[in-house]
């Protein structure tokens, strides 16, 4: 019963470094995210996909990229890391359509940007 | 842009009392959910209300929607211990699927 399955579970980055968070799901779900978790803020949408190949921003998109070349897999990328980004990540996924949307999510990743 | 708003953010209550946790939000949409994050934890789904006047029940927890009023609520009934977590609601749109959450609701029931 893997579910949503996100690595790494923790990182910390020196400004200007980059990274990946993968998400990896197995429930065969066509649409899945990545929010940011910040005290206070509840969870705000970074970028979500509803499809292998498809990606589009949500509320917070600046400084980050994704892509979603396989079904299963959205990649979160930071491309120069700022300490703005300090946060907890967390990917979820969804059915499409005739599902209830319930959302499915992964244990978090915790990144620290020094 | 849809706004959800939870309110109280904090709540401290003692063991077997009871207590409403509201959720407004500022746009039509008649999917609303509630889920449930531990410290340190993921979230994990508690209800799904798909239509107008859905309410459902789970042990010590009961959610409802009213989406001609934008509003939800999650009432706690008899609080034990083991139901201090934070609380959050989240409404969809229908495009796209995507979610929007709320602030959350820090609940601590004292022993």
């Known amino acids: 019963n893997a579910g949503v399955t996100q690595t790494p579970k923790f990182r910390v980055l020196k400004t200007g470094q980059s990274m990946t968070l993968l998400c990896a799901q197995d429930?065969?779900?066509?649409?899945m995210y990545w929010y940011r978790q910040d005290p206070g803020m509840g969870l705000r949408l970074i970028h979500y996909?509803?499809?292998?190949?498809?990606?589009a921003k949500g509320e917070v998109p600046d400084g980050y990229n994704v892509s979603r070349l396989k079904k299963q897999n959205f990649l979160l990328g930071l491309e120069s890391a700022a300490p703005s980004q300090t946060s907890v990540y967390f990917c979820?996924?969804?059915?499409?359509?005739?599902?209830?949307?319930?959302?499915?999510f992964g244990e978090g990743s915790r990144l620290t940007v020094l | 842009e849809l706004k959800v708003e939870q309110n109280p953010l904090f709540l401290s209550m003692q063991e077997g009392k009871n207590y409403t946790i509201y959720c407004n939000y500022s746009t039509t949409s008649d999917r609303l959910y509630w889920y449930r994050q531990d410290p340190g934890k993921s979230l994990e789904s508690l209800f799904v209300?798909?239509?107008?006047?859905a309410v459902k029940q789970e042990g010590r927890l009961m959610a409802s929607l009213d989406t001609k009023a934008r509003l939800s609520t999650l009432h706690i009934t008899a609080a034990v211990h083991d139901l201090s977590a934070t609380y959050f609601c989240?409404?969809?749109?229908?495009?796209?699927?995507?979610?929007?959450f709320g602030s959350g609701t820090k609940l601590n029931v004292k022993p």
């Open positions: 979820a996924s969804s059915l499409e359509g005739a599902g209830t949307g319930e959302l499915f």
């Open positions: 429930m065969n779900h066509e649409y």
């Open positions: 996909s509803v499809g292998e190949g498809t990606t």
């Open positions: 989240a409404v969809d749109t229908y495009n796209f699927n995507k979610f929007y």
């Open positions: 209300l798909l239509s107008n006047g």
